[in-house]
């Protein structure tokens, strides 16, 4: 009878116990409160970065002052056949616009960025950026010729 009564009080004192744990874990739950980030870095599209020459085959390249509008047509051709599935003149897109991209880059970053967009991700912290700013689309590698890309890149010349 003792061991009863015992064993009553005791089941009954746990069922306080939990009562008061389940309390205070209300007490203690913690509040959510909503903040905002605020956007101060810059877009990696509208970032202005002329000395970094990115990574890859291109380490130096010195255009002419004038255009080489041969060039500039056949660059045309290749950037309509290979690029405009992405890139679209004087707007945002798949990819980034082209036009006035000079202003903006290095000529060597774009040749590279061209020729080589899996290693200028991995190895170049603003094509990584521009990755992230275009919701993870990696730019396609259209295995284009030296010749080619530079073609490409005199018609961007063309296009300010």
Same mark, same amino acid.
């Given at each position: 009878?003792?061991?009863?009564?015992?064993?009553?009080?005791?089941?009954?004192?746990?069922?306080? *116990? $939990? !009562?008061?744990?389940?309390?205070?874990? /209300?007490?203690?739950?913690? +509040?959510? &409160?909503? @903040?905002? *980030? $605020? !956007?101060?870095?810059?877009?990696?599209? /509208?970032?202005?970065?002329? +000395?970094? &020459?990115? @990574?890859?085959?291109?380490?130096?390249?010195?255009?002419?002052?004038?255009?080489?509008?041969?060039?500039?047509?056949?660059?045309?051709?290749?950037?309509?056949?290979?690029?405009?599935?992405?890139?679209?003149?004087?707007?945002?897109?798949?990819?980034?616009?082209?036009?006035?991209?000079?202003?903006?880059?290095?000529?060597?970053?774009?040749?590279?960025?061209?020729?080589?967009?899996?290693?200028?991700?991995?190895?170049?912290?603003?094509?990584?950026?521009?990755?992230?700013?275009?919701?993870?689309?990696?730019?396609?590698?259209?295995?284009?010729?030296?010749?080619?890309?530079?073609?490409?890149?005199?018609?961007?010349?063309?296009?300010?």
């Amino acid at each position: 009878m003792i061991s009863f009564a015992f064993l009553a009080l005791s089941c009954s004192g746990g069922e306080d *116990k $939990k !009562e008061e744990k389940s309390k205070v874990k /209300l007490k203690s739950e913690p +509040t959510t &409160k909503k @903040v905002e *980030k $605020k !956007e101060t870095e810059q877009l990696a599209s /509208l970032t202005v970065d002329l +000395t970094n &020459k990115g @990574v890859g085959p291109v380490s130096s390249l010195d255009l002419p002052e004038t255009i080489d509008q041969g060039m500039a047509a056949q660059g045309k051709d290749v950037y309509d056949r290979m690029c405009l599935a992405c890139h679209r003149i004087g707007k945002k897109f798949i990819g980034p616009a082209p036009n006035g991209i000079l202003e903006r880059r290095t000529p060597e970053w774009v040749m590279n960025m061209i020729l080589d967009p899996e290693g200028m991700v991995k190895n170049d912290p603003l094509a990584k950026k521009l990755l992230i700013e275009f919701n993870g689309s990696p730019m396609a590698n259209q295995n284009l010729t030296e010749e080619e890309a530079r073609a490409v890149l005199e018609y961007f010349r063309t296009l300010n």
